[in-house]
């Protein structure tokens, strides 16, 4: 998609070195038996974006109401004596990167635009 090739570019000019595939939404798997990982997690019950602070909501049900949906990557050089500094900011890098990829597309009339990251 033309669009996405666009928004992509102009997240890239903003410094983050991203890359993004449309995807087929009704291919995805929705499992309940994933929640069980977040449960183990240290940080269970103490953010507002993870379970169970989340509403429920039928994701598959939500991801059919939009008309395209894609992933997004970063990219970041990672090695065995920097893994848990890639690990910690890969995911602010990539929130950021998301929050870019919102505000272009709510510029570009998708005022309903939403990004999950997991």
Known sequence: MKDLE??????KNKGFDIQGKMIDSSKLIFEEKVKMNCFYCGKYNMSWKCPPKLPQ???KKMLQ????????????????????????????????????CEKWLWDHNNSTALSFIG
């Open 6 to 11: 666009v928004m992509i570019s102009f997240v």
């Open 57 to 59: 909501i039928d994701g």
């Open 65 to 100: 109401e939009f008309d395209n949906a894609a992933f997004i990557w970063v990219q970041i050089p990672i090695a065995k004596d920097n893994f848990a500094v890639v690990r910690k900011d890969s995911s602010i890098l990539l929130h950021r990167a998301l929050l870019e």
